[in-house]
């Protein structure tokens, strides 16, 4: 079982910035680098959201919420993912979770994911 750790929540000022990471846990194998990777988000009393997705190929996409303030990316060497947001906005606060799939493919739904991290909590005051 595939175990995905996130790090890098915290709280901060609207316009700030913060770096999510998310890494496989322990020697499982598990390589980022050649599965579709999704950062999800979830907000106190709102069904869980897609932000930005990664595909094996690179190519990334992003919600229009977050298009033009939040890159992700992945580090081949460290076989991790990162979430750069900038700009950051109160509606942004959420929970935020990695997720990664055991098989091709990328899909939107969060059902689509095989596996997750526990959540990194960011909350951005006004």
């Known amino acids: 079982e595939v175990q995905l750790v996130e790090s890098g929540g915290g709280s901060v000022q609207a316009g700030g910035s913060l770096r999510l990471s998310c890494s496989p846990s322990?020697?499982?194998?598990?390589?980022?680098?050649?599965?579709?990777m999704r950062w999800f988000r979830q907000a106190a009393g709102k069904q869980r959201e897609w932000v930005s997705y990664?595909?094996?190929?690179?190519?990334?996409q992003y919600a229009d919420s977050v298009k033009g303030r939040f890159t992700i990316s992945k580090d081949i060497a460290e076989n991790a993912l990162y979430l750069q947001m900038n700009s950051l906005k109160p509606e942004d606060t959420a929970m935020y979770y990695c997720?990664?799939?055991?098989?091709?493919?990328?899909?939107?739904?969060?059902?689509?994911?095989?596996?997750w991290g526990q959540g990194t909590q960011v909350t951005v005051f006004s």
């Open positions: 997720a990664a799939r055991s098989r091709g493919g990328c899909p939107t739904a969060s059902e689509g994911y095989d596996y």
């Open positions: 990664i595909t094996t190929r690179g190519t990334a």
């Open positions: 322990g020697d499982t194998g598990y390589t980022i680098s050649s599965h579709c």
